[in-house]
């Protein structure tokens, strides 16, 4: 037990995760639930990079589709008034997109994944251990993500703003 905040928002989003896309929550709820999905496959994209496991990649295509699904039925749902600041809307208007992108980019590394395990691609100890940085730093940047948008936190999201130009960063390097 962390706190009973933190626990009853764990019990929620474990409720949330495992219903269909079309149950309505809240955009909150919904983010909450892309962001985890997100997690789940990049998780199981670093199993199967290293284990050529075609039964977790199945996992993330699956997931890949939920993704896509929630950010259709969050962007469907959602409308701004007049009154709202525009930025601030189209903040929350876009903020779906950006994670169903992110989505779309596991998505191409899944569709590498396949054609690795296919066609008995081996990697070096070298590449493994350079992709497996880079998706435990993904995975802590969207842990991060995921616990700004249930407690908000000023600092955190600097930090997180930081560990994503530090992510960019490694990417460059490593072309």
């Known amino acids: 037990m962390i706190s009973p905040k933190f626990d009853a928002v764990a019990t929620r989003l474990e409720e949330l995760y495992e219903s269909p896309v079309s149950e309505s929550f809240t955009l909150e709820e919904g983010l909450l639930v892309m962001l985890s999905k997100l997690m789940e496959m990049t998780r199981r994209i670093r199993v199967a990079l290293v284990t050529d496991n075609p039964e977790e990649l199945e996992i993330c295509d699956r997931l890949a589709k939920d993704v896509h699904a929630q950010e259709k039925h969050l962007t469907s749902n959602l409308v701004c008034t007049i009154t709202d600041p525009p930025d601030m809307c189209r903040t929350v208007l876009l903020f779906p997109a950006h994670l169903e992108r992110v989505g779309d980019f596991l998505e191409r590394i899944v569709s590498c994944c396949h ?13 493994v251990e350079e992709m497996d940085m880079l998706f435990k730093h993904l995975l ?26 530090e992510l960019d960063r490694m990417c460059q390097n490593w072309q």
């Open 140 to 165: 802590e940047i969207m842990t991060n993500v995921r616990d700004s948008l249930i407690v908000p936190n000023r600092f955190l999201v600097s930090h997180t703003i930081s560990q994503a130009d």
């Open 115 to 127: 054609i690795k395990c296919r066609d008995g691609v081996p990697f070096s100890d070298q590449s």
